[in-house]
T-cell receptor, first 117, second 112 residues
Framework: DAGITQSPRHKVTETGTPVTLRCHQT?????MYWYRQDPGHGLRLIHY???????DKGEVSDGYSVSRSKTEDFLLTLESATSSQTSVYFC????????????????FGNGTRLTVT | GQNIDQPTEMTATEGAIVQINCTYQ??????LFWYQQHAGEAPTFLSY????GLEEKGRFSSFLSRSKGYSYLLLKELQMKDSASYLC?????????????FGRGTSLIVHP
C-alpha cells in the first residue's frame, strides 16, 4: 500500500470555525490531490498540487484553500466551515500527472470524516 | 465537459459473473481507471486501460472501446468480499489537466 496518512480520521466542528486537514506521504510523489466524497456525487476534486508551492483549483474549490510547503505534506483548510462541507475527504497521490504507459494511477489515503454542526 | 455514466446499483450471486459498464463523453481521452471501494474505506486501484481491448488480472478484467466511449469491468467467480462500490474514472487532457474525473460509482451487492 502507498504510504499515505491522513489526520485526523474523524472531526466534528461547529459552523464558522477554521479546520485544517493534513495529508502526509512517504512515497516522494510529485502530485497530491484533495477530493471530497458525498452520496450521489462520487469523488470530486477540490484542489491539487504538482509540486512544492505549486497548487491549482479543482471542480469544487470554493471555501477551501491548500498549502504544500514540503513534498510530503499537503494541507487542506476550510477557512470558515459550513454544514455543506460535511463530507468524507480523501487525499490521493500519484507519481506522474500525465499517465505514461502504466497510467500513474491515484492512490488514496484512508479519508477524514468531517462533520460540521 | 465530461460526462461519465455508470449504473447506480447491481446485484449478483456468489460464484457468478458480473459486468459493470461505464460510458463516457469527453473532449479528449488519455486513459480510464477502475477502482474498488469497500464501505467506509479508501478507493483502491484495480485496472487501467488506455488502448482498446481487454486487460485481465486474475478474476477481474477490464475492457475499453475508445470509439464507443465505453468500458466495462468484468468480475468472475464472484465472492462475498466483492460487495463494494466500483468507480470508473477517465483522464481527459483537453482542458489542460490530466487529472482523472470520477463517475458516481456502481454499488455491487453479492448475495449467497
Amino acid at each position: 500500500d502507498a504510504g499515505i496518512t491522513q489526520s485526523p480520521r474523524h472531526k466534528v466542528t461547529e459552523t464558522g470555525t477554521p479546520v485544517t486537514l493534513r495529508c502526509h506521504q512517504t512515497e516522494n510523489h510529485r502530485y497530491m490531490y484533495w477530493y471530497r466524497q458525498d452520496p450521489g456525487h462520487g469523488l470530486r476534486l477540490i484542489h491539487y498540487s504538482y509540486g512544492v508551492k505549486d497548487t491549482d483549483k479543482g471542480e469544487v474549490s470554493d471555501g477551501y484553500s491548500v498549502s504544500r510547503s514540503k513534498t510530503e505534506d499537503f494541507l487542506l483548510t476550510l477557512e470558515s466551515a459550513t454544514s455543506s462541507q460535511t463530507s468524507v475527504y480523501f487525499c490521493a497521490i500519484s507519481e506522474s500527472g500525465t499517465g505514461g504507459t502504466l497510467g500513474s494511477p491515484l492512490h488514496f489515503g484512508n479519508g477524514t470524516r468531517l462533520t460540521v454542526t | 465537459g465530461q460526462n461519465i455514466d455508470q449504473p447506480t446499483e447491481m446485484t449478483a450471486t456468489e460464484g457468478a459473473i458480473v459486468q459493470i459498464n461505464c460510458t463516457y463523453q469527453t473532449s479528449g481521452f488519455n486513459g480510464l481507471f477502475w477502482y474498488q471501494q469497500h464501505a467506509g474505506e479508501a478507493p483502491t486501484f484495480l485496472s487501467y486501460n488506455v488502448l482498446d481491448g481487454l486487460e485481465e488480472k486474475g478474476r477481474f478484467s477490464s475492457f475499453l472501446s475508445r470509439s464507443k466511449g465505453y468500458s466495462y469491468l468484468l468480475l468472475k467467480e464472484l465472492q462475498m468480499k466483492d460487495s463494494a462500490s466500483y468507480l470508473c474514472a477517465v483522464r481527459d487532457p483537453s482542458g489542460g489537466s490530466y487529472i482523472p474525473t470520477f463517475g458516481r460509482g456502481t454499488s455491487l451487492i453479492v448475495h449467497p
